[in-house]
């Protein structure tokens, strides 16, 4: 009974840390808001709302047969998608696994295989394709690049593990072209986009109601339609002020330049600190599926340290960084018998420690105040863009994709209560909605609008 009192007040303790109060969240939201329009009106700020130049909205009305390339981080994934109109498509797709050696490779290898998967892919699926009938493609590349057109992108950085020689600070629309024009692919490359514009895209075909998508996974995302007119670094770029362009936020960054606004806790820090990007996406690291095991791994280090728990166990498992994956957390919260038999398991097995009933009570509250964080940041990011587009009466929906999103129990309806704690009861009126395939789907009706606009 002793134990059980004291893992209850180490649990008052981590509420207090964790517990993100209605008030707090609006300063935040006003934060949020601010940011995100000093990004749309100046270029190189922290949150720097790329303009993706994905013009215009989908009708859902869009029809035709269009291809979308996938480079994930690990699958390399063909789509042949049938846009039927009336917001019906349909998908046949192959993947195509790539092996470390080749993220590694010079670009021009990688990009000759892409083009050599899609001549293969085509040959099964489309015979009719030939080099005098050729297929529109739309190229989704969710690595950070400056685009100054559709088709164009200068890698910034690789992230996710790639690291392929002369592809960065080179346009790789202009790579890849290059790489179809010597397997003689009969495809064009119309568009070049990031997942989270390929979900927002997605999203609006089936459902014209969507405004806003993000992407809750492995890190996180969101981008949103804008008027140009509202955007001030494209004032002299000569294009139409009612026009409208989709908005790729690159949020994740939100803060990391005054660290001001996040209630950051010890754990934040420890993370951002000795990660590979220190001092950046400071938001991301609050929220994302990479970075919520290792937030409950520090909290309960921070016990053994203090002598709370595991005394006289071995604990060197535990020791590692990065060793206890969110998906854990998503077990915790789920475990549905009294004597949390799931939380047993996750402890014995891959760990190799016994659990008192009390230590796993005090588990699953931990990663509930970890999981509950992380979904109403996320919703200050939604609150945000829905007060500055003023959707608050009208409401609006909002794709949302990602593990956490998807997997996470309870991440939606999270989402959903932090929005009516921060807007109100018209926050009722900003729903969520599981994006649609937003790198193959949405990839594909980005090269169907932009053929029709040229
Ligand atoms: P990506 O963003 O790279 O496309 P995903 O959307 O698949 O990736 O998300 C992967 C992330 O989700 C990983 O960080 C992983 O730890 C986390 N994850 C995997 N399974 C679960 C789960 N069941 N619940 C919550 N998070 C999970």
């Not at 895209?201 to 949103?224: D, E, F, H, M, W």
């Not at 016990?303 to 206890?324: C, H, P, R, V, W």
Request: charged share 25%; with cysteine.
């Amino acid at each position: 009974h002793a134990t059980k009192k004291s893992m209850e007040d180490h649990l008052d303790k981590y509420t207090k840390l964790f517990t993100l109060t209605a008030q707090r969240m609006r300063m935040i939201v006003d934060a949020f808001e601010e940011t995100l329009d000093k990004g749309l009106q100046e270029w190189g700020q922290c949150v720097p709302m790329f303009p993706t130049w994905v013009f215009g909205s989908p009708t859902g009305s869009e029809k035709g047969d269009y291809l979308a390339l996938d480079m994930g981080g690990t699958n390399l994934r063909v789509c042949l998608v049938s846009l039927l109109g009336g917001c019906k498509f349909e998908i046949t797709q192959t993947k195509y696994r790539l092996t470390e050696e080749q993220k590694q490779e010079d670009g021009e290898k990688l990009f000759d295989f892409c083009a050599e998967c899609i001549k293969e892919f085509i040959k099964v699926h489309l015979p009719d394709v030939t080099a005098e009938n050729p297929i529109v493609l739309g190229f989704t590349f969710s690595y950070p690049c400056l685009q100054e057109r559709i088709d164009h992108g200068i890698l910034i950085r690789w992230t996710k593990g790639f690291g392929a020689p002369n592809v960065e600070g080179h346009d790789v629309g202009e790579l890849f072209r290059k790489s179809l024009e010597r397997h003689q692919v009969p495809v064009v490359l119309a568009a070049l986009i990031n997942d989270t514009t390929g979900a927002l895209i997605a999203s609006q075909y089936v459902r014209p109601t969507t405004k806003i998508a993000v992407i809750l996974g492995t890190g996180c995302n969101a981008a949103y339609t804008e008027e140009i007119k509202c955007i001030g670094k494209l004032k002299d770029k000569g294009l139409n002020g009612d026009d409208v362009v989709a908005i790729n936020c690159e949020w994740g960054a939100f803060d990391s330049d005054l660290h001001q606004h996040l209630p950051r806790t010890k754990y934040d820090l420890h993370i951002d600190e000795h990660s590979n990007k220190p001092g950046e996406q400071a938001f991301e690291k609050m929220i994302s599926g990479r970075y919520l095991g290792e937030i409950f791994r520090l909290v309960v280090m921070e016990l053994i340290d203090e002598g709370a728990m595991f005394l006289g166990q071995n604990t060197y498992k535990l020791e590692t960084a990065y060793s206890l994956d969110t998906a854990f957390l998503s077990l915790m919260e789920s475990d549905p018998t009294d004597e949390l038999l799931t939380i047993i398991g996750i402890f014995s097995h891959f760990y190799g420690l016994e659990t008192t009933l009390a230590e796993r009570q005090f588990f699953r509250a931990l990663a509930r105040l970890i999981g509950r964080r992380a979904a109403r940041l996320s919703a200050c990011g939604i609150a945000a863009i829905v007060r500055k587009k003023g959707y608050l009466e009208k409401g609006c929906d909002v794709g949302a994709d990602g593990t956490l999103y998807n997997k996470y129990p309870g991440f939606p309806q999270r989402i959903h209560q932090a929005l009516v704690d921060v807007l109100g009861e018209q926050g009722k009126n900003i729903k969520t909605h599981h994006a649609e395939d937003g790198s193959g789907v949405g990839s594909a009706i980005i090269a169907a609008m932009t053929k029709a606009r040229k």
